[in-house]
């Protein structure tokens, strides 16, 4: 599921990204890498701020439609 979907409380772990490769590095240099996990601080109509290696990161809704994450059960 795209993390624009994911629900406020959960944790999950980056699948893969899309877009072209400056979109990809972009989320790269962010952390957002496959294999990576992170804990949804919030979400708002698609806008997600996230917890990712101990530092809160604010992400549009463009830009977590483009990381696929799962859920961690």
């Known amino acids: 599921m795209p993390l624009s979907v994911a629900r406020a409380g959960e944790k999950v772990i980056v699948f893969k990204t899309g877009g072209d490769d400056s979109i990809r590095q972009h989320l790269a240099d962010m952390g957002f890498v496959p294999g990576t996990s992170l804990n949804v ?14 530092s809160h990161l604010a992400i549009t809704k463009q830009l977590a439609q483009k990381i ?4 961690v059960r």
């Open 41 to 54: 601080i919030s979400q708002h109509s698609g806008d997600v701020i996230v917890n990712l290696k101990e």
């Open 68 to 71: 696929m994450v799962t859920e």
